[in-house]
């Protein structure tokens, strides 16, 4: 885990809202994991530092998606180039894409798109066949960066691609990887228990410390998801007990 005084080098758009900042952090650049997170504090900012899910890496740098949902991302989106982040990571666990399947499909719902780049970047370097179905509400709010062997595109009200959720759009494979909704993830748990599912939780510290990120489990007792996850099997979720309306469900 570093901490890093990082300048932000970029922010372009990629969906109505949602926007993607670039910024310089070469140690957690070359270490961080696909479903690996960091933690962002800024001053004059919010007191608690905001957990993100690494959305691309590239030579130094590293990217996360967001759209404005409260206090700290809005205050993250007027931030210009040059500003400095003090960017905490890699936190968490990732997904594990080493057990050797040869195809993956990943499922993102919106937000849920934030560690899917890095995903398909690890599943191609292990020689899998990627299948990216993404979903969103409208065509306008469908990240356009999306990428794969395949693609399949879904939107609630089919305005663009399958009419219907990325859950139901999604074929079956060896592995799946999700990340969307709360809700969305307890659909693809009853479909897929052996999915790997990028959860979103309340966090505080992030670094395991807190108690404030508790993720109920199916076998009882509580995971701190900044520790043990974000990433776990879908099956072992409680999703009775998770929140639904988390930053990956609002809608802008
Ligand atoms: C592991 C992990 C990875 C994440 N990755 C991303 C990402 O890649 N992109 C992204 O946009 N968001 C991500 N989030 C959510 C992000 O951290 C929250 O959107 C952010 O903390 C909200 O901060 P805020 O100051 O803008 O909102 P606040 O002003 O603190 O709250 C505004 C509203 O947002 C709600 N809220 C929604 N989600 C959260 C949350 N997780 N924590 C606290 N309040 C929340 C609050 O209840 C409140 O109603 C991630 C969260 C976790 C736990
Ligand atoms: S956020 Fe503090 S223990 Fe997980």
């Known amino acids: ?52 899910s690494v959305y691309q890496s590239d030579g130094d740098q590293i990217e996360v998606i967001l759209k404005a949902v409260g206090t700290g991302t809005s205050q993250l989106l007027d931030m210009r180039t040059g500003d400095r ?21 990943l499922i993102s719902g919106g937000l849920g798109i934030a560690p899917m780049p890095l995903a398909a970047k690890e599943a191609a370097a292990h020689g899998m066949k990627v299948t990216w179905v993404h979903g969103a509400r409208t065509a306008e709010e469908l990240c356009t960066e999306a990428t794969g062997d395949a693609l399949i595109w879904a939107t609630d009200d089919g305005s663009k691609g ?11 494979a060896d592995l799946v990887l999700a990340c969307g909704p709360n809700r969305m993830l307890a659909a693809v748990a009853a479909r897929t228990p052996d999915a790997l599912v990028a959860v979103e939780t309340y966090m505080g510290c992030g670094t395991g410390v807190c108690l404030g990120c508790a993720v109920p489990l199916k076998q009882g007792g509580y995971d701190r998801a900044c520790k043990e996850g974000p990433v776990y099997r879908a099956a072992g979720i409680d999703w009775t007990a998770l929140p639904a309306h988390l930053a990956y469900s609002v809608p802008v």
């Open 1 to 52: 885990m570093f901490l890093i005084e990082a300048p932000i080098t970029g922010k372009r758009q990629v969906a109505r809202g949602m926007f993607v900042l670039s910024m310089r952090a070469p140690e957690i650049a070359v270490s961080v994991r696909a479903g690996q997170f960091v933690n962002l504090g800024w001053s004059p900012g919010p007191l608690l530092r905001r957990p993100f």
């Open 85 to 105: 982040l003090s960017c905490l990571g890699p936190l968490g666990h990732g997904f594990d894409l080493r057990a050797g399947p040869t195809s993956v499909v």
């Open 162 to 172: 399958f009419h219907g959720n990325a859950v139901a759009a999604a074929p079956d």
